[in-house]
């Protein structure tokens, strides 16, 4: 059945490019609502934003969320990946400025506010997307492709960089079977000499070592190091997951990438539901819900309602 929050709980830090401030309260919301991000320092009639891939105005550094008034959330990954790991399908966000704080630069804040609002199971049936055909996207030495598995969300990521320390990591994770606390716990890195390259372009105005992995060379200059070996890879599956999450229900498929990040998984998912023979709408109470013929996804989706 689909769930949702049983009470509401608030977050409050930073963003990770803002650098501001900004007050969180997770809400209950009905079936069937999906998740819904509303921005209550901005006019009520403009303040809703759906969480969606097609609402996608950014994917540099972080995913940003847009309605058609301009009003926007960005950084929403993490949150929306704790969202799929704890099963939330239904939520209301309520945010007091433009980014969702960053935290520890992990997804960890936000599961164990999950857990302690608790979740309620909604007296309607969940639904998936299940994929019927390979699609896939290449943008150089980037590869992410998604193609049919059974009733399993698998993602089979590896991370080819440059520098020393992180190399070349790979990890295959069973997003609906397998234990996902390590990915959770994973937080957000970047390279040394970047850094001022990101501030450079207005963004990563709040990033500090309390937030985020900063790799010098063959050093982690953050005091207590790695949580995990592999926490590079495990926190790129981690943005996965939230960013799949825009999908608007949880999918059935194996996503395979090479090296890829937000950007690419917003073009796959445009190029995924661009042809409504690549996937069917399945429900967990029937084998067979709808076909494409008959639900259309391309639909117009309300963003100020």
Not at 104 to 117: H, K, L, P
Not at 160 to 183: C, M
Not at 240 to 250: A, I, K, P, V
Request: net charge positive; hydrophobic share 35%; glycine share 8%.
């Amino acid at each position: 059945m689909q769930k949702t929050l049983l009470k509401p709980v608030k977050i409050q830090g930073i963003g990770l490019h803002s650098g501001l401030k900004a007050n969180v309260v997770l809400k209950p919301s009905p079936p069937n609502t999906g998740i819904t991000f509303k921005r209550v320092d901005q006019d009520s009639k403009k303040n809703v934003i759906k969480a969606s891939y097609k609402n996608v105005s950014s994917a540099k550094l972080c995913t940003k969320i847009e309605n058609s008034f301009g009003v926007s959330v960005s950084t929403i990954e993490h949150l929306m990946a704790a969202f799929y790991g704890e099963g939330i399908d239904n939520a209301l966000v309520e945010v007091d400025n433009s980014e969702i704080p960053i935290m520890d630069g992990s997804a960890n804040v936000f599961v164990q506010s999950i857990r302690t609002a608790g979740i309620e199971k909604q007296n309607v049936s969940r639904k998936f997307i299940e994929v019927l055909k390979k699609i896939e996207i290449v943008d150089g030495s980037k590869l992410m492709s998604i193609e049919p598995t059974k009733k399993d969300f698998k993602i089979d990521f590896k991370l080819v960089y440059g520098n020393e320390l992180i190399g070349t990591q790979r990890e295959i994770l069973n997003v609906s079977k397998d234990n996902l606390e390590t990915i959770y716990n994973s937080r957000t890195f970047c390279l040394y000499e970047d850094i001022e390259k990101i501030r450079s372009c207005g963004m990563g105005k709040g990033g500090s070592l309390d937030n985020a992995i900063v790799v010098q060379g063959n050093k982690i200059l953050n005091e207590h190091g790695l949580r995990y070996k592999n926490e590079f890879v495990k926190h790129k599956i981690l943005d996965c997951m939230g960013d799949f999450m825009l999908s608007g229900h949880r999918v059935f498929g194996f996503i395979k990438c090479i090296h890829g990040g937000h950007q690419l998984t917003n073009e796959l998912l445009n190029k995924f539901f661009a042809d409504s023979s690549n996937w069917k709408l399945v429900s967990s109470d029937k084998e067979y819900l709808e076909s494409p013929k008959y639900y259309n996804y391309n639909r117009p989706i309300a963003i100020n309602a």
